[in-house]
Nanobody, 126 residues
Framework: QVELMESGGGSVQAGGSLKLSCAPR????????MAWFRQVPGKEREGVAT????????VYADSVKGRFTISHGNAKNSIELQMNNLKPEDAGVYYC???????????????????WGQGTQVTVSS
């Protein structure tokens, strides 16, 4: 099991920005896809953004397009999520995830991902 470490959550007012970071605790190779998901109480976990290895092809949920940017970090297999113009509906626990199965595009289905972080809380006040 790959242990993923997330950081960067916090509280902001609507319209503000936050940047989340995620990296494996130990050196990991063969990662194909990494992603950010979010979850609020009573709702299913939903995919926010994904990124593939190498060229870093990205996929975004419609609700965050134009506001969020997923990118590779400086450390191997680390990713970041820059969140701008945050809205109250963006609030939730954000989870980092990855998988090693080759795919053409990194999707946002929860079941595609086998390794998860503990989550970091994002709160957006109106």
């Amino acid at each position: 099991q790959v242990e993923l470490m997330e950081s960067g959550g916090g509280s902001v007012q609507a319209g503000g920005s936050l940047k989340l970071s995620c990296a494996p605790r130990e050196r990991t190779s063969g990662v194909i896809c990494m992603a950010w998901f979010r979850q609020v109480p009573g709702k299913e976990r939903e995919g926010v953004a994904t990124i593939g290895r190498g060229g870093g092809r990205t996929v975004y949920a419609d609700s965050v397009k134009g506001r969020f940017t997923i990118s590779h970090g400086n450390a191997k297999n680390s990713i970041e999520l820059q969140m701008n113009n945050l809205k109250p509906e963006d609030a939730g626990v954000y989870y980092c995830a990855l998988h090693f199965r080759w795919v053409q595009d990194c999707g946002t289905a929860v079941n595609d991902y086998q390794h998860w972080g503990q989550g970091t809380q994002v709160t957006v006040s109106s």
